[in-house]
């Protein structure tokens, strides 16, 4: 079972940067494809970015692509997500997650979560 340590949220202004940090326990991480989810208040959880095993494919929402850059560094069982240009709409809770297949967009498709890190963008 593969647990998950999401970090790297806080409090920034838009137009900013974060780097959102995600460090895998237990498992295989290197056989996980990884994405990153966001939820804000009373919306449903939404896809983010997702990259494969090697760390050489990886797929974005249309609302972060070319402003996000997910990455992983197996050696360190650790899955980052670069936000520049941040904007207030990018509020929420970010999650960790991960899967069995790569590019899989629903919550569903993921096996194991984080407990989530807040990012808030001040306008």
């Known amino acids: 079972q593969v647990q998950l340590v999401e970090s790297g949220g806080g409090l920034v202004q838009a137009g900013g940067s974060l780097r959102l940090s995600c460090e895998a326990s237990?498992?295989?991480?290197?056989?996980?494809?990884m994405g990153w989810f966001r939820q804000a208040p009373g919306k449903e959880r939404e896809f983010v970015a997702t990259?494969?095993?090697?760390?050489?494919?990886?797929y974005y929402a249309d609302s972060v692509k070319g402003r996000f850059t997910i990455s992983r560094d197996n050696a360190k069982n650790t899955v980052y997500l670069r936000m520049n240009s941040l904007k207030p709409e990018d509020t929420a809770v970010y999650y960790c997650?991960?899967?069995?297949?790569?590019?899989?967009?629903?919550?569903?498709?993921?096996?194991?979560w984080g407990q989530g890190t807040q990012v808030t963008v001040s306008s």
């Open positions: 997650a991960a899967a069995s297949v790569y590019a899989a967009l629903k919550t569903y498709e993921y096996r194991y």
């Open positions: 237990r498992g295989t991480f290197s056989s996980y494809a």
């Open positions: 990259i494969n095993w090697s760390g050489e494919g990886t």
